[in-house]
T-cell receptor, first 114, second 113 residues
Framework: NAGVTQTPKFQVLKTGQSMTLQCAQD?????MYWYRQDPGMGLRLIYY???????DKGEVPNGYNVSRLNKREFSLRLESAAPSQTSVYFC?????????????FGEGSRLTVL | AQSVTQLGSHVSVSEGALVLLRCNYSSSVPPYLFWYVQYPNQGLQLLLKYTSAATLVKGINGFEAEFKKSETSFHLTKPSAHMSDAAEYFCAVRPRGTYKYIFGTGTRLKVLA
């Protein structure tokens, strides 16, 4: 059972370049999330999708866009990368929150913007 | 706004000693509470969660946490540390009726031989 799969695992960009991080889950979860992790700051929510067809901003959405392509897939796009977006990005999914489900995480995507 | 505070960004204990990692939340209504562990270069995995059943919650790898409403706390403990417990630990909350999970800044646990 793959769980949550993120691609790519590593990426180096130059300032101003664009890229998309892909995420897919095979647990039939409705909710999906993108977080970024920076030293000393924990995980901060970028965007989330409570269900297919809906997306909402989290704590740090500026500079990012998302697409909930279908129930399985939730992508994160950087249109014009900046050095401040150097981070480790985690995708996660959860069961219906009404069932008090926990988050299931991918292994992360390490992005460096030069 | 809901927040989570983890006291101590780094904690060191000797192998076999008690592990205590602190977590406090700010909310008048108790949220759902979680502890996650992250090993180097990996994603986060759930240790345990509180969902308003028993206040003492047992998790994997011998960890447990006690929900104390009066102290707005959800501290993580383990009676005897093992070298394999060295990792970063995150406390998280999800306010009831929302889809957002809010994380603390993490505590890195070091276990000394």
């Amino acid at each position: 059972n793959a769980g949550v799969t993120q691609t790519p695992k590593f990426q180096v960009l130059k300032t101003g370049q664009s890229m998309t991080l892909q995420c897919a889950q095979d647990m039939n979860h409705n909710s999906m999330y993108w977080y970024r992790q920076d030293p000393g700051m924990g995980l901060r929510l970028i965007y989330y999708s409570a269900s297919e067809g809906t997306t909402d901003k989290g704590e740090v959405p500026n500079g990012y866009n998302v697409s909930r392509l279908n129930k399985r897939e939730f992508s994160l796009r950087l249109e014009s990368a900046a050095p401040s977006q150097t981070s480790v990005y985690f995708c996660a999914s959860s069961e219906e929150p009404a069932n008090t489900g926990e988050l299931f995480f991918g292994e992360g995507s390490r992005l460096t913007v030069l | 706004a809901q927040s989570v505070t983890q006291l101590g960004s780094h904690v060191s204990v000797s192998e076999g000693a008690l592990v205590l990692l602190r977590c406090n939340y700010s909310s008048s209504v108790p949220p759902y509470l979680f502890w996650y562990v992250q090993y180097p270069n990996q994603g986060l995995q759930l240790l345990l969660k509180y969902t308003s059943a028993a206040t003492l919650v047992k998790g994997i790898n011998g960890f447990e946490a006690e929900f104390k409403k009066s102290e707005t706390s959800f501290h993580l403990t383990k009676p005897s540390a093992h070298m394999s417990d060295a990792a970063e630990y995150f406390c998280a909350v999800r306010p009831r009726g929302t889809y957002k999970y809010i994380f603390g800044t993490g505590t890195r646990l070091k276990v000394l031989a």
